[in-house]
């Protein structure tokens, strides 16, 4: 009997693939759960009230794919986005012109130059190009970086990362976080990394793909673990108690949530986004729920995942249904099974729209 050359190809593909599913054979990157729960299932296209997304980025640059956005904003219930640029320079100045074609849909954050941090006079000179920053339309600072190594802005004016040996207590600092509360803006940064990029690398951590990709090594020299970080940035809210701080991504305390809200507790010029932190809270919906109405006017919505559809929807998913046992690891990279908060309306207000607007008034 003869097989064709091309069938005898798509059988040796197909025995392959049958094999790897096998679990002496499958790999925890091919691992694609579906649930088997008949529960209800909720398709949210837009959320309750207006939102006020507090953490992006300007991930287009040219002016169709800006206005594929605003669609997709207006579609999926999003009145405005801030765009936590990193930029200074001529690269801030270029940003602001493109999306100052779109008004009122887009608000621009800066960045801090962190070029010559370590010669006299260098906070002054951040200073000034703030101040610059802001006469061209910038309303906020961020998203300022310490994941470990020292505070980072992104980008500075020759399109190249900037990682420095300070810290957000640094005295250097000072003056940046009075120029924010003299000028009325706030500042975003980021501190640490979600707690499962600490964990051992091995089979007891339950968010091992995404903690793998992400893993932080502080045995390297000048790296600070997650508490530390916490320490120098928890100085910097006490000292500056004038300064609107927005902790980016619940200060990357999503499995201990207690010690994001001892520091609600303390300073009440603190506030937190949920950016990108969405599969992190969901498995523990009680949990989260209940931290969320106890802080509800503290936190703040933002995506930090990009413009499409998809996105959008499970985040309203994730915030307002019920739904129980769900999975999106395209979207997360997780392999746990997701809940939704069933958040109150009041609670939704807060996060979604009203906390924005009071730090946009502070």
């Known amino acids: 009997m ?44 837009k959320p309750k009230f207006k939102v006020i997304d507090m953490h992006s980025h300007a991930y287009p640059s ?19 986005t801030i765009l936590l640029t990193y930029a200074v320079g001529n690269t801030f100045d270029s940003l602001e012109r493109v999306y100052g074609k779109f008004p009122g849909r887009f608000e621009l954050w800066c960045g801090i130059d962190f070029r010559g941090y370590n010669e006299p006079g260098w ?30 802005s992104g980008l500075d004016s020759n399109e190249t990362k900037v990682t420095v040996g300070m810290r957000t207590d640094d005295a250097r600092m000072k003056p940046i976080y009075a120029c924010c509360a003299q000028l009325g ?26 903690a793998y990709t992400w893993k932080v090594d502080v045995s390297k020299p000048g790296m600070l673990n997650h508490d530390e970080l916490i320490q ?5 809210v006490r000292d500056n108690p004038k300064t609107t701080f927005v902790v980016c991504h ?32 969901s498995p523990v919906p009680r949990y989260t729920r209940a931290f969320m109405e106890q802080y509800k006017d503290r936190i703040v919505f933002g995506s930090d995942m990009g413009i499409d559809e998809s996105m959008y929807k ?36 807060k996060l979604y729209f009203e906390n924005a607007e009071r730090i946009d008034k502070n």
Request: include cysteine; charge should be negative.
């Open 250 to 281: 619940l200060m990357n305390c999503e499995s201990d949530l207690s010690v994001l809200g001892n520091l609600f507790n303390k300073y009440p010029n603190l506030y937190a986004d949920i950016a990108a932190r969405f599969s992190e809270i």
């Open 123 to 152: 906070s002054e000179k951040a200073v000034k190009e703030i101040q610059r920053c802001y006469k061209m339309g910038a309303r906020g600072i961020g998203e300022i970086h310490d994941k470990g190594a020292g505070l980072r």
């Open 185 to 210: 803006i706030p500042i975003s940064i980021h501190i640490a990394e979600p707690q499962w990029m600490y964990e051992k690398m091995d089979s007891t951590n339950d968010g091992l793909m995404n």
């Open 232 to 236: 120098h940035f928890a100085n910097a």
């Open 314 to 349: 499970i985040c309203w998913r994730i915030l307002e249904s019920d739904d129980e046992h769900f999975y999106d690891i395209d979207q997360f990279g997780y392999h746990w099974p997701l809940y939704g908060l069933d958040l109150p309306d009041d609670v939704l207000k």
């Open 62 to 80: 040219n002016e169709a794919d800006i206005a594929q956005w605003v669609k997709n904003m207006d579609e999926f219930g999003v009145q405005k």
């Open 2 to 45: 003869k097989i064709h050359f091309l069938t005898l190809i798509s059988i040796l593909f197909l025995t392959k693939d049958l094999s790897a599913q096998s679990p002496e054979d499958l790999k925890l990157k091919d691992f694609r759960p579906q649930s088997i729960y008949k529960t209800p299932q909720s398709n949210i296209l």
